[in-house]
């Protein structure tokens, strides 16, 4: 299934459960989560989930406020910039951020719990927040962390890092 949105500003306030589709962002769409996205397929799909923009580059955007759980069977994409200030839970395989996708972080947490996180070239920018939990990061971007937490979740907790860590003061 696909489902397409071509408005200035969307916002979901309440419950979302998202189950193996395309998910579109167009004319400069730009969604904000304020509540709760679950994201789940089966693993019988074929297709990955996507977040995709009709056209690159027209700063389409998604803004978590709230929470959003990946417990996808397969690897979710997402090729369009998030900006997270809420809780985003990676509980299964790989949450992937593709061509003009990058991920900001300004509060809030980023949780791996049992998935992975992938960059290509985007980059992931650690400006507030935690990064926590036990997983990879994966890929050929690069986790900039100015102003946020790095912490490994339950003892012996690891996060390991195949791209580039950039630690900076801030």
């Known amino acids: 299934a696909t489902l397409e949105f071509a408005r200035p ?17 167009g004319n400069q769409t730009v969604f ?24 690159a580059f ?8 709230g929470s959003i759980t990946v417990a996808d069977a397969n690897a979710t994409d997402v090729r369009v910039p998030v900006f997270n200030s809420g809780t985003v839970r990676v509980e299964r ?11 900001s972080q300004t509060a809030g947490r980023t949780q791996l719990a049992g998935g992975n996180m992938e960059f ?4 992931f920018s650690l400006l507030g927040g935690e990064l926590t939990g036990s997983g990879t990061i994966l890929g050929t971007g690069t ?24 630690q900076q003061s801030g």
């Open 9 to 25: 500003f969307l916002v979901n306030n309440g419950q979302m459960s998202w189950v193996s589709s395309r998910f579109y962002l």
């Open 32 to 55: 904000t989560n304020r509540g709760s996205i679950t994201i789940t397929n089966s693993p019988d799909e074929v297709i990955p989930t996507t977040i995709d923009s009709f056209s």
């Open 58 to 65: 027209e700063n389409e955007a998604i803004y978590n406020e």
């Open 93 to 103: 395989n790989r949450l992937w951020f593709v061509l003009a996708g990058g991920y």
């Open 120 to 123: 290509g070239s985007p980059r």
């Open 143 to 166: 986790l900039t962390n100015i102003g946020g937490t790095v912490s490994p979740g339950i003892s012996p907790g690891r996060i390991n890092l195949t791209g580039r860590y950039i």
